[in-house]
């Protein structure tokens, strides 16, 4: 060393390139695993990521890292982070991004970009990805000079979390990747919480006083926003029936006695009719989603309502309430002390939820599938987490399968979306290695991201896939079957590969099932298993999903199974 | 009706594209627009009217307030003067 360097009191850190300042900051941002897929913008992040405490997955599609990441984000409630190229690479990650955003989940999106100086020329796999998902994302940024990288990057993963979450994209251009800086230090200022509207919290416990048939009605927001220990509080100190969306599944535990289970067009008919009769609608976390809501119109509505959301912009979007809370939400349901009188009114509520409780006895010798996904769920326990594809399948799921946590069910609930299910599972495994991760496919589904097979294998990881295979699109089938006057177009699926050869094929251990009495040992053998696996379930394809609400109809209106 | 809407922003990269789509995807129709920029600031003054009745604006100025970069979103009738 020269004496001259000696001397100097504090010498200036060497600068770091673009591409070492990107892994630091997800360091510092505690991240541990990241989704991706390497190309030709990205190479100096993936050369930094070499000798760093990350752990990349490398995925066989970058659907699956920004599908990976969503469910990473979901269960730990930080950002999943996905990485990949320009081009192609990016926008393959649009859908996932997509999925995120519709469901307010925590991500980070890294994608590479063409350097600066070709940016806009049409070069070589460039896309203007920033513009191509401005409608998908919480927010986005370009980074245009290296020395922002450790700021915006801290400003990704605030803005992820924070307030109603959602996907961010950070594109990085290759040559602030290569170049060098010596960033300056950086503060993020404080976000002052918003002080509870006292005048409206008094009006709601008023409301709450004198309703005779209240019944609380909640969904995704309230895990969102960490709220459940004050939902459950709530409805046990008030005795108010509850009915959930689909994404507010295990906010308050399937066995809590007046919990009546998911309303809309899958519901409960027990949930249905609370909400038909209730005279206040106490809306927690929930939207007014059409897919719970049936016609507008008709949905509770003789009722009062008071919604309470983390996000203002949802309060009063589709209905008007007498009384919209927006802020804290569990500060909101800690300040809601008034007890109504209804012990008639949840009494027959609980009434309803006994007449009406699914039955298990259908005829014949094959497998119903919603009898196989119950006794799964009890023989799993509280330990599961259940990720699923869309259609049929996504729906046996969310009404025969119990959750104690929110957690604990990773369904594509805004975009749904095919082909969510594997890479869930595969980031439900990373972020909760304890838990017994399992996806319940669709044969339709489970081919949009059959090439996740290969990074289960590839890392190992214990997903157990439950594959219920109809040989059709089943839910568009039976759309066409009920709405198309059976006029069924483009929903046969009879020429499937063999499910187990294909994941034999990828190295991982499969069996096939088609009689009622192979349930019970192929659900052992599923949990026993201490590796991936697949179980193919063959059912009858004529299965439908009940009870269902035709479309534009009230939610009373509910058609029922024959049986 | 038409309805006068005033953006105050940051005026970062995408911030007046990000205000503009939310407008449209909202389902309102763009009657005008200006804009203005001082130092780290910025102002939107935009005339929307809802595709259908059912649309309320002072939603749509909610989801402009959870933009990032929004700093301050006000309502106000249209006066009869046109936007400079
Ligand atoms: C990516 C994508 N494409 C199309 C659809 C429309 N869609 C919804 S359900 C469904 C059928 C799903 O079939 P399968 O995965 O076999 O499940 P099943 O309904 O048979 O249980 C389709 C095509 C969708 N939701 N996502």
């Given at each position: ?20 300042l990107?892994?630091?900051a ?8 990241v989704f ?9 992040v993936y050369d930094?990521l070499?000798?760093?405490?990350l752990?990349?997955?490398l ?11 969503d ?17 192609p690479?990016?926008?393959n990650?649009v ?16 994608t ?16 203007d ?5 401005l ?15 450790p ?12 307030g ?11 040559d ?9 230090p ?12 006292e ?20 969904g ?6 960490r ?18 969306t ?13 919990y ?13 009719i ?43 979007k ?13 500060s ?26 699914p ?16 006794e ?17 399948h996504?729906m ?7 959750f104690?946590?929110p957690q ?10 095919m082909?969510?299910g594997v ?54 089938r ?11 177009s ?7 590969p063999?499910f187990?050869?294909v ?23 599923l ?37 | 009706?038409t309805?006068r ?17 939310v ?9 005008g ?32 307030a959870?933009?990032?970069?929004v ?7 249209r ?6």
């Amino acid at each position: 060393m020269s004496s001259a360097a000696q001397a100097s009191p504090s010498p200036q850190p060497l600068p770091v390139s673009g591409a070492r300042l990107v892994v630091e900051a997800l360091e510092r941002e505690g991240v541990k695993h990241v989704f991706g897929y390497p190309g030709g913008a990205i190479m100096p992040v993936y050369d930094a990521l070499t000798g760093s405490s990350l752990q990349h997955i490398l995925v066989r599609h970058e659907q699956a890292a920004a599908l990976a990441a969503d469910a990473y984000g979901r269960v730990t409630g930080r950002p999943g982070v996905c990485l990949a190229t320009s081009g192609p690479g990016a926008t393959n990650l649009v859908t996932g991004i997509a999925n995120a955003f519709l469901d307010s989940v925590p991500m980070v999106a890294i994608t590479g970009q063409v350097g600066s100086p070709l940016m806009g020329t049409d070069a070589f796999q460039e896309v203007d990805i920033f513009g191509i998902t401005l409608p998908i994302v919480k927010h986005s940024f370009i980074i245009r000079n290296t020395a922002d990288i450790p700021r915006i990057f801290a400003e990704a993963f605030r803005i992820a979390s924070s307030g109603r979450p959602g996907p961010v994209l950070i594109d990085l251009p290759k040559d602030v990747g290569v170049l060098t800086a010596n960033p300056e230090p950086f503060e993020l200022p404080d976000e002052p919480a918003a002080p509870l509207d006292e005048a409206s919290i008094a009006l709601a416990n008023a409301l709450i006083a004198e309703a005779k048939a209240p019944v609380i009605y909640f969904g995704g927001g309230v895990a969102i926003a960490r709220a459940e220990r004050a939902l459950r509080d709530l409805a046990q100190r008030m005795g108010v029936p509850s009915v959930s969306t689909l994404k507010g599944l295990g906010c308050i535990p399937s066995d809590e006695p007046n919990y009546l289970g998911m309303l809309g067009m899958h519901g409960a008919r027990a949930a249905n009719i609370a909400i038909d009769n209730c005279d206040l609608l106490i809306c927690v976390g929930a939207r007014f989603d059409d897919r719970a809501t049936g016609k507008l119109d008709s949905f509770a509505a003789r009722a009062k309502v008071i919604h309470i959301d983390g996000d203002a912009a949802e309060i009063g979007k589709l209905r008007v309430p007498e009384v919209g809370l927006a802020g804290d939400v569990s500060s909101i349901l800690g300040r809601l002390t008034a007890v109504p009188k209804i012990a008639d009114w949840a009494q027959q509520c609980r009434a309803q939820r006994k007449m009406w409780a699914p039955r298990y006895d259908a005829p014949g010798q094959g497998i119903y599938a919603p009898a196989l996904l119950k006794e799964l769920s009890e023989a799993a326990g509280d330990k599961a987490i259940f990720t699923c594809d869309v259609g049929q399948h996504q729906m046996w799921v969310a009404q025969h399968c119990q959750f104690s946590r929110p957690q604990a069910h990773l369904t594509s609930g805004g975009l749904g979306t095919m082909g969510y299910g594997v890479p869930a599972g595969m980031g439900a495994v990373l972020a909760e290695p304890d838990a017994t991760v399992i996806t319940v496919s669709g044969d339709g589904s489970f081919m949009m991201n059959v090439q996740e097979l290969a990074t289960l294998r590839r890392y190992r990881l214990p997903l157990k896939i439950v594959l219920i295979d109809n040989s059709q699109l089943g839910m568009v089938r039976q759309w066409q079957e009920l709405f198309f006057e059976e006029n069924f177009s483009e929903i046969d699926l009879s020429d499937n590969p063999d499910f187990s050869e294909v994941a034999h094929s990828f190295g991982i251990e499969a069996f096939t099932i088609d009689h009622r009495s192979q349930v019970g040992p192929a659900i052992q053998r599923l949990l026993r298993t201490s590796g991936p696996i697949l179980l193919h379930v063959r059912i009858d394809p004529r299965e439908n999903v009940w009870p269902l609400v035709p479309p534009n109809s009230s939610n009373v209106q509910m058609m029922e199974k024959g049986w | 009706m038409t309805e006068r809407l005033t953006v105050e922003f940051t005026p970062a990269e995408g911030a007046v594209i990000r205000v503009l789509g939310v407008v449209e995807r909202r389902g309102y129709v763009l009657r005008g627009l200006s804009m203005k920029e001082k130092a780290d600031t910025a102002s939107l003054v935009i005339d929307v009217e809802p595709r259908e009745a059912s649309r309320r604006v002072p939603v749509l100025a909610q989801q402009l307030a959870r933009l990032v970069d929004v700093r301050s979103v006000s309502l106000a009738a249209r006066d009869a003067g046109s936007l400079a």
